[in-house]
């Protein structure tokens, strides 16, 4: 029997609803419906995501992009099987917003409910697209607060293979575009200013390019833009574009390299990128070139689906009900995981 599944995303700066709808014999569930609200021009005054800020505007958010996601599918509330929400990782108080609403809805309708790890809504976001992939595969999944590389054997069957030690290619991303003074979100602008610029202006780090095995760090790149751009001094108004190309060359080279790693190792044929930088543009064509070449199939989210969003949460939810790998609760005691690493999820989650 099909199940409807309202799925609710408030981890950090954007709140996002939507419905999934789960059909029977492991077939793909189809998004009905999906309405995000973005709190970037809300942050944007402050230079970063303030969380106090975050929760507030969540739950204002939440209720009026549910009902917005009702009528576009045409469902009804009562129609609802179950109600999924973000448990973790993420902002506390962004977090308790989505949980409470979302336990709160099920105690009303006598639905169960379900928390989803956030970064399982990321890895299983391609399914949403036209092109879903296939298990096994390979994921690069490349957020804001993480970069890890998966080996992926089904539904909560991950084994992490490398991950950053200290910074994220997203931190990377938005703590280089602060130094230039591209405001927020940085690493959006960063890759908008880069299309101006020359990748090859400034030798910059590849950090653990050649390490041997598939663990990251962006640190050491962030301290080298610093330098460069102190370096520049007055000149760095009119070499931003450059530095912005260059930098951007050193994460995405790094990115691709260790990817192309990750299959070799496991020997698979099949890569999925998740993740807000998965949206990047250069990311994408040096990957797609390099997969193409290696005869390797290649998977991302839609576009619009890359950031935070309700769709990934449902779809993750209904995949996960679909295997057998977790079952909802009527339990409305909830909770959330502020830090909660992909590698923890059990059965007993």
């Known amino acids: 029997m099909s199940q409807l599944i309202l799925g609710i995303e408030s981890s950090c700066d954007e709140t996002g609803v939507a419905l999934v709808r789960a059909g029977e014999g492991g077939a793909v569930p189809v998004l009905l419906a999906h309405a995000l609200h973005s709190q970037i021009d809300m942050h944007q005054a402050y230079g970063g995501v303030v969380p106090e800020l975050a929760s507030r505007d969540h739950i204002r958010r939440v209720l009026p992009l549910t009902r917005e996601v009702l009528r576009e599918s045409g469902e009804h509330l009562e129609d609802v099987d179950v109600v999924a929400y973000t448990r973790g990782p993420g902002l506390a108080g962004a977090l308790l917003v989505g949980a409470g609403v979302a336990c ?30 296939e298990f096994p595969f390979v994921a690069l999944l490349v957020s804001g607060g993480h970069t890890q590389l998966m080996r992926v054997e089904g539904v909560g069957r991950y084994e992490i293979l490398g991950e950053t030690i200290d910074d994220a290619a997203g931190e990377a991303f938005d703590k280089s575009a602060k130094l230039m003074g591209l405001g927020y979100p940085g690493g959006p602008a960063l890759s908008r200013l880069a299309e101006q610029g020359s990748a090859t202006a400034f030798k ?15 640190a050491g790149l962030k301290t080298a833009v610093l330098t460069q751009a102190k370096k520049l001094g007055d000149e760095l108004p009119a070499r931003k574009a450059d530095l912005a190309a260059s930098t951007e060359a050193a994460i995405v080279e790094v990115l691709v390299k260790k990817t192309l790693a990750a299959l070799q190792k496991t020997g698979l044929k099949r890569v999925v990128v998740a993740g807000g930088v998965g949206a990047n543009r250069h990311l994408r064509a040096q990957l797609n070139a390099a997969c193409a070449q290696a005869k390797v199939r290649v998977h991302y989210p839609e576009l619009h689906l890359c950031t935070d969003n309700g769709a990934m949460i449902a779809m993750a939810a209904a995949m996960r009900l679909q295997a057998g790998q977790q079952q909802p609760n ?20």
Not at 206 to 217: A, C, E, K, V
């Open 104 to 133: 709160a809805l099920g105690a009303a309708l006598d639905k169960p409910v379900l928390g989803v790890h956030h970064l399982e809504g990321h890895l299983l976001s391609p399914f949403l697209s036209s092109d879903p992939p």
């Open 204 to 218: 910059l780090p590849r950090p653990l390019l050649h390490s041997g095995d598939l663990d990251f760090s962006f």
């Open 330 to 349: 009527r339990d409305y005691a909830f909770d959330v995981k502020p830090r909660w690493p992909l590698d923890a999820i059990t059965l007993a989650a």
